[in-house]
């Protein structure tokens, strides 16, 4: 299965789960009107109603379908667009990556999916990443990259994959050993130049050296990194 193969099928297994869960509603919606007792008048609204319902439940569910299908074309396209970005070594790598829930990891870049939106993340455009706790997806990283923008990327490993302390390991080091300039892990002082000036903070990582990701594949099988930093 390709790396791509498995982005889509991320995506079409939330659609999956919206289209079932529309079919549902609107199967109660049915069987109300069908067993409903009021008057003709009542019935008549009462109807007007269901469809309205429905109508608007159908717009929301097509206009979801068209931004998760955009989305990971958009998403194909900016991990295509990666200076010395190759397919065959994103497979390659994906495939040595720790195995995690909705989200895919190699040297150029990290993909995730998020209420089947897919977003990704160069690894050569980050300014700062920390590790935090969340409620609702347990273990997360926040990642700020040089537009300015903040992703946080769940971190949920598959059944049989290596922890998520060992997923975090593994993709901390990934950071630093390719983007040199990358500030790694939470400090008071970056989060205080931050909300001063995030053009201060990212001048802290600039002039530093962006690792080619095939010399980098080649680091990682040379020292069995991908063995290594999941232990």
Known sequence: MSAFTKLRKGIV?????????????????FFMLFDYGGSYGELLMALVLGGFLVLVALIALVTYIIIAITGYGKAKGKLASIPGFSEERFAREVERCPQLRDTLICSDAI???????????????????????????GTAFTIYTLDGK????????????????????????????????????????????????????????????????????????RNDYYTKDLR
């Open 13 to 29: 297994g939330g659609i999956v789960g919206w289209v079932a869960m529309f079919v549902f509603v609107a199967l109660i919606m």
């Open 111 to 137: 993909c995730y999916q998020m209420d089947c939106i897919t977003h990704v993340i160069p690894i050569r455009e980050i300014v700062w990443v920390y590790q935090e706790e969340r409620g609702r997806y």
């Open 150 to 221: 903040r992703y946080q990327v769940p971190i949920r490993p598959c059944k049989g994959a290596p922890n998520a302390d060992a997923a975090i390991r593994y993709l901390m080091r990934l950071i630093a050993r390719k983007n040199k300039g990358a500030l790694i892990g939470y400090k008071e002082e970056y989060e205080k130049l931050r909300m001063q000036s995030f053009g201060r903070l990212v001048m802290l990582t600039q002039g530093h050296e962006i690792v080619d990701s095939a010399l980098l594949e080649q680091e990682y099988i």
